[in-house]
């Protein structure tokens, strides 16, 4: 069984230990409400909760062990741990046992946790042992181990490696467990978890055997109502859902299957006892990875296999061994530096980093690359060739055809290797599987397989399946079909929320939430890796120990401020929904009918069921929204803002997880020799290159010529307006090559003769040379505007970045010095005042890509100590006067820290009565407008810049003649 998450599970009986933990208060809070409304058996919290949960309206007074509990929880006004250490109350689940009809009142509980896998053992410890709450737990399953307990069929096994399928809070746990294979199998996984519960004295927190059948929220006391199968009742203020991700199997809907008189197995709900298949025929529907791992065991044995396959998978060699004892204590003992960095990576495991894109390096270097990862087994063909592998369809084909010809290569029988060739789906965009001698099974003369797209199962009769009008006679069948994954799992909670808003209801069309852990009208209930969240492409323990430690984090932080509810808002899961979908959108997932989309079972709403930007990313994201006080949550009665991370374009995120995955520096803190390698390396985000007129050539300064390039569309007739574009690069970096294809495509799409000058750059040459050269620019464009076929009253004065700033002073010049008479300004993104103290610096002072640090940094290495911060030369908000100025754009980007600078220049522009256009592109970053390879939404740039010259300059052939990137 590959990587998956706990099954359902839930227990009882929370004698939680004494807090042996850290910096919180151990009585929290107040057991005010389930008492006193048991008690008196007349509220209407005690009639609510008697009907949530479906029992008799009998509420005893007095009388009993637990009514006598609650009432000296009452007289001391505080339920602590301690008080939950008597025997009384004890919920058996063995029979049933309904408080309510026993008369008895049902326990209160600060936290309720559902599961018993590698989540809920993981919660209880986190909850009991370190928040010092009382934690009840349960479990449909007979013992700890979630999917590792219910998933016992033959093969199956874990295809992230041991040592990082292994939680990693423990130093003790590490050390102390020792694997025996590269890639575990089930039964030593099992061992492991029931290794950890009994290490953590974890068990005795659960009742086994038990299902939640219902969750309600109590909206006026603020408490879970949970009902179990065996009857029973409990009340919690947090409720803790780690019922993982994979734990509710796909129910088989085949015509017939009453009538099969053979064995029948789910491979979920695999029996206990071992299953022999000698002497038997056998069928196996199902060839995910899932399917994969039984088949090759099962042929091993059956005296004939019949594989039922409607899709067949990409699935990768595993690679797997049995570890020494030495290697196994060795591992143990390095686990720390095996392990080192795993967070800060795409998958959460320590992989060679993929290189950015498959489309910039030759066919015999990739097939090169592909052939090195492959022979390491695993994951790393997919996350350590290139990043875009999941993004570009080319680079994908590429890698998806090199898998294909390996599956040829070893699949001899006639016509069986292309059956088994996955063409409907791109690579991984199924869950990839794993395999050690799968396709070569098929090799053997007692495996058969059937395609069911061309041979559809038509029934089962008494004797086997009939598919394609032939029936195949089996004694076993076994059924592969996978999970109503993601959502299934909570949903079959029956958990209703505020105005008895059902999940089921809530998510009919998909689900919703906040960071995929917390639910709008859902208050104090935390989804441990829900959907999405980062899991799916997440090594799952680590997933789950940073889901986990977020939601012990979240109640502590609400205990601690005396509330006791935590909900996240409207406005949050909105946003949340925008990013994850605009994540999912650029990706290649959309084109795979899996269960990543919801695609799996019939009826299920295809969208957004996983979070695909990077685990790091996802990270990186949570932590900001602790850091800014829960933001995007309310914390009693405050509201706390939404973290600025929220706000951004799906794509900048998606740029961001790519360049953490690259491990790129962040820009303060690179030398300057870095910060012009990775200024130069931005243009790989900048998409095709224009097919337009390019003249390269040279403009005097008075230091020497410069080089210059002119851009003009081809089959542009007539004189065109021009552009003198100033790059950006924070005056330090950014050349005429890094911002070639921008200037090509402004020229192409809005009709424009674009000049793009090099400047001199700081440190070498500190101000005021960038601006002396740009202006010097300027007036050679306007002298030799008609060789381009430009036209010199069509004069733009234009720039990115710290080419904004210089294109300001550029106008400024021109209308104090004489120079060329500007038609308009451009002002992209600008840097207007190096000195600006703005809240945009402050809300975005981390960027993305500009931080405020940089932009400090580089604005000094430009002034160089000269002394010149007050001169309008070093920045036109030090002009005396900004009157007579041409009409100016200013674009700014909401994510920006520049932003407000730029925008306070367009005020003052305005004020000084000045042609201004103000607009602020919401959601984007600096630098946006210069990789719209990768950012679509840089068009809006460019159409903003065609609108505006098209009405500053009165001319139609201004107007984008086409939307950029089309
Ligand atoms: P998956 O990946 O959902 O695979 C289920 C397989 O069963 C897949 O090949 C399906 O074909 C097949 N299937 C499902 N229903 C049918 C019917 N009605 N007829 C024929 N074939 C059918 O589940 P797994 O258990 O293999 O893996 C789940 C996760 O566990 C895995 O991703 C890891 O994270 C661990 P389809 O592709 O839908 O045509």
Not at 621 to 634: P, S
Not at 662 to 675: F, N, P, R, S, W
Not at 885 to 912: K, M, N, Q
Request: hydrophobic content about 40%; some cysteine; overall charge negative.
């Amino acid at each position: 069984m590959p990587d998956v998450l706990a099954r359902q599970v839930v227990s009882t009986v929370s004698l939680a230990p004494k807090a042996a933990i850290s910096g919180i208060r151990a009585p929290i809070w107040r057991a005010t409400s389930p008492p006193m409304a048991w008690v008196s058996g007349s509220s209407a919290a005690a009639t609510r909760r008697t009907q949530a949960a479906g029992s008799v309206e009998r509420v005893m007074a007095t009388g009993c062990g637990i009514c006598a509990k609650w009432s000296k929880l009452l007289r001391a006004s505080i339920h602590s741990p301690e008080d939950d250490r008597g025997d009384f109350c004890q919920i058996s689940s063995t029979k049933n046992n309904n408080s309510w009809e026993e008369g008895r009142m049902p326990q209160h509980h600060d936290i309720v946790v559902i599961g018993a896998g590698f989540s809920g053992l993981y919660a209880v410890h986190k909850f009991r042992d370190e928040l010092g709450l009382s934690v009840k737990g349960f479990d449909a399953a007979g013992g700890v181990g979630g999917t590792w307990w219910w998933n016992r069929y033959p093969g199956a096994r874990c295809d992230i490696e041991s040592v990082h399928y292994a939680y990693s809070f423990s130093e003790e746990i590490q050390k102390r467990w020792t694997w025996s294979e590269r890639f575990a199998a089930q039964p030593e996984i099992l061992s492991y978890l029931e290794f950890v519960a009994d290490t953590l004295d974890l068990r005795r927190a659960f009742t086994f055997g038990t299902r939640i059948t219902s969750a309600v929220w109590d909206d006026e006391d603020h408490v879970w109502t949970v009902s179990t199968s065996d009857g029973g009742v409990c009340t919690t203020r947090f409720l803790i859902a780690a019922s993982g991700n994979l734990s509710i199997p796909k129910p088989p809907d085949f015509a017939g299957l009453d009538r099969f008189k053979g064995e029948v197995y789910t491979t979920s709900q695999w029996p206990h006892h071992p299953v022999d298949f000698t002497g038997k025929r056998v069928g196996i529907i199902g060839t995910g990875s899932t399917g994969i791992q039984v088949i090759q065991e099962v042929a091993k044995q059956a005296a004939h296999l019949t594989v039922f396959q409607r899709t067949p998978n990409f699935a990768l060699p595993l690679g797997n061994e049995s570890l020494s004892e030495e290697k196994r204590r060795w591992v143990a003992d390095h686990h720390a530096e095996i392990r080192a960095g795993a967070r800060e990576t795409f998958m959460g495991i320590p992989f060679e980093r993929p290189e950015i894109s498959g489309t910039l390096v030759p066919a015999e270097a990739r097939k090169a690359k592909y052939d090195r990862l492959w022979s390491k087994g695993g994951w790393p063909l997919l996350v350590s060739s290139y990043a875009d592998v999941l993004s570009s369809q080319a680079v994908n084909d590429d890698v998806a055809d090199y898998v294909r010809d390996k599956i040829r290569a070893r699949v001899t029988k006639p016509g069986v290797a292309e059956l088994l060739c996955p063409t409907d789906h791109p690579f991984a965009t199924k869950r990839l599987a794993f395999e050690t001698d799968y396709f070569d099974i098929f090799n053997q003369d007692n495996v058969d397989l059937i395609d069911v797209r061309t041979k559809p199962v038509e029934h089962l009769t008494e004797r086997g399946i009939v598919a394609g009008g032939v029936e195949y006679p089996l004694d076993v069948l076994i059924f592969a079909i996978g999970f109503d994954s993601v959502t299934g799992p909570l949903v079959h909670l029956g958990l209703v929320g505020r105005n008895g808003a059902t999940l089921a209801e809530r998510w009919q069309d998909g689900p919703r939430n906040y960071l995929g852990i917390a639910m709008h009208d859902f208050p104090n209930l935390f989804t441990i890796t829900g959907p999405t969240s980062a899991v799916a492409l997440y090594n799952n323990p680590l997933a789950i120990e940073d889901h986990v430690d977020l939601a012990t984090d979240a109640v502590r932080y609400t205990l601690d401020r005396g509330a006791d509810m935590i909900e996240a808002t409207a406005e949050a899961e909105e946003h949340w929904s925008r990013i994850v979908n605009g994540l999912l959108g650029l990706t290649l997932f959309p084109k795979a009918k899996s269960w990543y989309m919801g695609a799996n079972i019939d009826g299920k709403r295809t969208g957004t069921y996983i979070f695909t930007g990077s685990a790091q990313l996802y990270r990186q994201m949570t932590a900001e929204m602790q850091q800014l006080g829960y933001g995007g949550f309310v914390v009693g009665t405050r509201r706390a803002a939404l973290p600025p991370m929220m706000k951004l374009d799906p794509a900048v995120l998606g740029l961001m997880g790519v360049l953490q995955g690259q491990g790129t520096k962040a820009l303060h803190d690179c030398t300057v020799e870095e910060t012009r390698a990775l200024v130069d390396s931005f243009s790989m985000l900048q998409g095709d290159a224009r097919d337009v007129e390019v003249t390269a050539t040279a403009y005097p300064t008075k230091t020497g010529e410069r080089p210059v390039r002119v851009y003009r569309p081809k089959g542009r007739a007539g004189l065109l307006p021009v552009v003198v574009f100033c790059h950006g690069g924070g005056f330090i970096a950014g050349s005429i090559d890094a911002i070639d294809k921008p200037c090509r495509a402004l020229a192409d799409d809005l009709g424009l003769v674009v000049v793009a000058p090099g400047y001199r750059l700081a440190p070498e040459h500190p101000f005021p040379a960038a601006t002396d050269d740009t202006f010097a620019a300027l007036e050679w464009a306007a002298v030799h505007a008609a060789r381009f076929g430009g036209d010199a009253d069509r004069l733009v004065v234009a720039g990115e970045s710290a080419g904004g700033l210089l294109a300001a002073v550029a106008a400024l010049r021109a209308r104090d010095g004489g120079g060329p008479r500007v038609a308009a300004q451009v002002l992209i993104t600008p840097a207007i005042d190096g000195a600006a103290k703005t809240a945009s610096r402050v809300e975005y002072a981390e960027g993305p890509i500009l931080s405020t640090k940089a932009a400090e940094g580089m604005f000094a290495a430009y002034l160089a100590g000269t002394g010149a911060e007050h001169s309008p030369l070093a920045s036109p908000v030090h002009a005396a006067s900004l009157a007579g100025l041409p009409p100016c754009l200013v674009l700014s980007a909401e994510c920006d820290p520049l932003r407000d600078e730029g925008e306070d220049y367009a005020r003052r522009l305005a004020a000084a009565g000045v042609e201004v256009r103000s607009i602020r592109l919401d959601g984007l970053i600096h630098a946006a407008f210069s990789m719209a390879g990768v950012i679509p939404r840089a068009r809006d740039f460019t159409v903003q810049i065609g609108e505006f010259l098209g009405a500053v300059l009165g001319r139609a052939d201004a107007q984008p003649t086409r939307a950029a990137g089309e």
